[in-house]
């Protein structure tokens, strides 16, 4: 073979080889090609968005991928319905812009997906900080919310895996209309006394699933509204925060019931709350939030480890006064140990109108923080409720 025939097929082996290598990339959307910068400074806005659209309208599976730098993204919604699967595959950092005046809603929102993955270790940087003085939410009813960093809408078919959250301007991760969605391996994080900054707040979904994450955050590590069924959260550490709450429920007329939770295997440290049922009084319908199981559980130092509490006020003064119309019913806690840095370590205190009912408590072994005098005051405080308790349950149980 003449050496000018062997360059001839080696160079006809780069162009079948290369040709095949385009082949392969079919289908993927790299923010770069889109005239992305990942400088921290330049908006991304534009480009993010011409990157989702061209994803979005071809067959298939489409990945997104947004490398290494960090990437200034003004509000954007990822809107469906796609073609295809959309997989967005973050390894850079993106950044939220904090002009608030940009802003209508929510910063990245996802809507209207069937099929639809994120993950790849990447960051979601809310750049709260400046924006957490403007939250008026705290102090009064009536206020105008901050962006949320990541909402998901009538998603269905998800997975939302190894990606961090933090220092949200508002909740981290919104759940509202959707099913089938498993969060994996999420890591929340913002300061302890950060304003609304829940890390995970789910609400009208079903089938929802969170394991292995990380969360502390200013208020709920995860919270769960009204018509949330078959719910899962599994193997999750929350801490700093108000811990994992079910509700507010009730404020509203038209909620729908919550149902079917399991919360297992997690770890609370240096919550205000660890498992909590909270809702408001003076509710405009009649709700019921049923079967909730609460297990394998360990706290650390957390004010009030368990907690139902149904004349939920979180503002200085609520003028309602007519008890709860939320119906409770079919609360087991079991098998929760730690230490609590309130002497009331489990307080139960239901609606004179609507009572809980079968409420267990089983195998609960909760330790004062404090010294030995403090420890002899350890109690339950019980209000309304029905239900039965079993094993060994520490403080002494009142039902
Ligand atoms: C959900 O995704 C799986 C795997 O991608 C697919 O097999 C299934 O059909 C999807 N379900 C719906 C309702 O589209
Ligand atoms: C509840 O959700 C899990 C996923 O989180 C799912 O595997 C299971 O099938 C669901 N159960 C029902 C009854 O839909
Ligand atoms: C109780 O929960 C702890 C913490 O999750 C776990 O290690 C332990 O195995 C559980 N005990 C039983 C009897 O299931
Ligand atoms: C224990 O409870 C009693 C009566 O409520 C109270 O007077 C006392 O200060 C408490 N002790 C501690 C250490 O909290």
């Given amino acids: 073979m003449g050496l000018e025939l062997c360059i001839h097929m080696i160079s006809l082996l780069f162009f079948i080889l290369s040709g095949a290598g385009a082949d392969m990339n079919v289908g993927v959307y790299n923010v770069k090609d889109y005239a992305a910068v990942g400088d921290g400074q330049t908006d991304n806005t534009k480009a993010f ?29 990822f809107k469906g319905p796609c073609k295809g699967k959309m997989v967005m595959q973050v390894k850079g950092q993106l950044l939220a812009s904090t002009h608030l005046e940009a802003y209508t809603q929510n910063w990245l929102d996802f809507q209207y997906i069937n099929g ?19 939250n008026q939410c705290p102090k009064t009813r009536k206020c105008k919310l901050l962006p949320a960093n990541l909402v998901f809408s009538f998603v269905t078919n998800a997975t939302i895996s190894s990606i961090s959250s933090i220092d949200s301007k508002l909740f981290h991760m919104q759940i509202f209309e959707s099913r089938d969605i498993t969060l994996d391996s999420i890591r929340i994080s913002a300061p ?74 997690c770890t609370f440290t240096g ?104 420890a002899k005051n350890m109690t339950s405080t019980c209000v309304h409720v029905y239900g039965s308790s079993n094993g060994n349950v520490k403080p002494d149980p009142c039902i």
Wanted: charged share 15%.
């Fill in 271 to 374: 919550t205000t709350n660890g498992l909590r049922i909270k809702t408001w009084p003076s509710s405009p319908s009649r709700l019921m939030a049923t079967g909730f199981v609460f297990e394998d559980i360990i706290m650390n130092n957390v004010y009030n480890p368990i907690i139902i509490d149904q004349n939920y006020c979180p503002f200085a003064n609520c003028p309602e006064k007519d008890p709860s119309l939320v119906k409770i019913k079919d609360i087991k806690f079991r098998n929760i140990t730690g230490t609590s840095a309130s002497p009331e370590a489990i307080k139960l205190v239901c609606s004179k109108a609507v009572p809980c009912e079968g409420v267990e408590l089983n195998d609960i072994s909760l330790k004062c923080t404090g010294d030995d005098e403090q």
């Fill in 116 to 134: 639809l993955v994120i993950s790849g270790g990447g960051i979601f940087h809310g750049q709260g900080a400046s924006a957490w003085p403007y």
């Fill in 49 to 77: 968005e011409s990157a989702w659209s061209a994803a979005c309208a071809v067959e298939g599976t489409a990945t997104i991928v947004i490398p290494e730098g960090a990437y200034l993204l003004g509000p954007i919604i």
């Fill in 192 to 265: 302890g006394d950060s304003p609304n900054t829940d890390g995970i707040h789910i609400a009208d979904s079903t089938n929802i699933q969170v394991a292995n994450s990380v969360i502390g955050t200013g208020d709920d590590c995860i919270s769960i509204g009204p018509g949330c069924t078959n719910l899962t959260i599994f193997n999750v550490l929350c801490g700093p925060g108000h811990g994992i709450s079910i509700g507010s429920l009730g404020k509203n007329a038209n909620e729908k019931d919550v149902s079917g939770l399991t919360v297992s295997k």
